[in-house]
């Protein structure tokens, strides 16, 4: 991971939220209650109160889709110091993952969150991994305190589109 | 219409060839499987079924997940019973092929039949549950066949790990005179959550059931509307002259005992006289008769009079519920309580035209649907005989002579 000091996020990077294709975010272990929206979706991350959960045991699987390729540069994720993740594992451009064969592929990224981050600050992942990043997979696999549930306040995912086409904004040119 | 994948697992353990469920556990089982299939392949054309069976040699899957209907029924061909259920594996081998599907947009769902012991601790059942909860796998149980202790404590944990948002069911279903299949049609496990299979559920529960045993006369009332009530009708009927008859019985004991009783009639149908013959107290009842408080009421003042009219009060309960549909009949009931407080020398009138046996059987030839010759219909006059004895003994000697013939 780059030593480069992570207080603030590079200027160039922008809050991946708009880039994100809802129809086809999954999240698996999840608690009915407590669903991804909690921790992705504007307004609801930032209510300390709600937070998505677990739900079987501690591990969550978490797909998210981009409407087109971006580039990932840094990552949030914020939660509750005893229940907050501990081990996360990220994966580019897996479609489908099950818990089965989470671990069959090395992950792209491993975040291992310390308390700072927990309590905010970003993860810088490796760059250069994350180049072409049409879809990404988040594992978590612990929890700080090593409890049941995990529960994550908040996930904000920093970084760059690349210039793709976006096919709405094609229009037919209008014949005079 | 919610896109699904669903793997069936099928018992063919040696306990389905038991015979409690028509014609064999095993054959009602591949029916119920073809219901199955049949709904979900309909509820939405994208849906795609498997089919493993637990038993025989060992877990094996027959066909997996796909859409052809022909494919499924056809592999059910040729199935053999025998061997011992592997419940843990079964399971895990269908979530294994689920996991593999084509369409990752299918949700996905297992069903799988219990019909033999289940051997497997229920630790080991919770955490199976638990992993399929994990991976939002949905399980329906159909616990039938072996009512082993224990075995129904272990399929309803199994359920309760798995459950997630009440996306998994359970149904329970007793050996009996209907199909599998029947009793399965009505449960959540064919209705889809509440939508979905409906359209078709309905159109095969109306199929099987007007087929055999489901409707009480063998006709759909969807098809014969008219035919199908002239008969629940003459049935309801007949049924009260079978009450009046053990009333009538009933009545008479408690009469004697009691000395004079009240006794009203009305001239309209039969149904009306057996209700009104009651203990001016219970008629009361029986006019309101349509909850069990009523009935138990009834029954308690019979066990009061002491004698076996115990019985009769609970026929009177599905008596009265029959005349409720019939507003003449309510209108004689009203009637018949009126009656009750007349005095006794009117009763005794009425008695006497009833007594009548000639007066008696012609009102019966004209009522649809009653045989005069029918036993049970010959009772009756009978009984009413004999509650008009101590009044009209003449006049009973002759009817008498023509009952005994």
Known sequence: MSAESASGIQRSQVDLLDFVDWSGVECLNYSSSHSLANALKQGYREDEGLNLESDADEQLLIY???????????????????????????????????????????PSDTADL??????????????????????????????????????????????????????????KIEEH | MVLEATMICIDNSEWMRNGDYAPTRFQAQADAVNLICGA???????????????????????????????????????????????????????????????????????????????????KLLEMIGRKLKKNSVALDIVNFGEEDEGKTEKVEALLAAVNNNDSSH??????????????????????????????????????????????????????????????????????????AAAKKAAEEAAKQEKGAEQQSSTQDATMTETVSAAAPEAENKSNDMTDDENALLQQALAMSMGDSSASAATRDTDMSEATADDQDLALALQLSVQDST????????????????????????????????????????????????????????????EEKK
Do not use: W
């Open chain 1, 64 to 106: 998210i889709p981009f409407i087109q390729v971006v580039k990932l540069h840094s990552i949030v994720i914020k939660g509750p110091e005893d229940e907050g993740p501990k081990t996360v594992k990220l994966f580019a451009n897996r479609e489908h993952m099950g818990f089965s064969n989470v671990n069959d592929f090395p």
């Open chain 2, 40 to 122: 979900k392949t309909q509820s939405n054309p994208e849906n795609t079924v498997g089919v493993l069976t637990m038993a025989g040699k060992g877990v094996r899957v027959l066909v997996t997940p796909t859409s052809d209907l022909g494919k499924i029924l056809a592999c059910m061909h040729g199935l053999e019973v025998g061997g011992e259920c592997n419940l843990a594996a079964g399971i895990q081998v269908a979530q294994l092929a689920l996991k593999h599907r084509q369409n990752k947009k299918q949700q996905q769902r297992i069903i799988v039949f219990v019909g033999s012991p289940v051997k497997y601790d229920k």
């Open chain 2, 342 to 401: 007349k005095d006794q020398a009117s009763q005794t009138d009425m008695s006497k035209l009833l007594a009548d046996q000639s007066f008696v059987s012609s009102i019966l030839a004209s009522l649809p649907g009653v045989d005069p010759n029918d036993p049970s219909v010959k009772d009756l006059l009978a009984s009413m005989q004999n509650q008009a004895e101590p009044q009209q003994k003449d006049e009973d000697k002759a009817p008498k002579e």
């Open chain 2, 170 to 243: 359970i149904v329970h279903i007793p050996s009996g005179p209907s199909a599998l299949s029947d009793a399965l049609i009505s449960t959540p496990i064919f209705t889809g959550d509440g939508e979905g299979g409906s359209g078709f559920a309905a159109a095969a529960a109306a199929a099987a059931a007007g087929g055999v045993s489901g409707f009480d006369f063998g006709v759909d009332p969807n098809l014969d509307p008219e035919l199908a009530l002239a008969l629940r009708v003459s049935m309801e009927e007949e049924r009260a002259r079978q009450e």
């Open chain 1, 114 to 171: 310390s308390l700072d981050n927990i309590k905010g600050k970003p993860v810088l992942l490796k760059y250069v991994k994350f180049q072409n990043v049409r879809s990404l997979t988040i594992f978590v696999e612990d929890n700080q305190s090593g409890s049941d549930i995990t529960k994550i306040q908040k996930i904000v995912l920093y970084g760059t589109t690349v210039e793709t086409t976006d096919m709405k904004g094609l229009k």
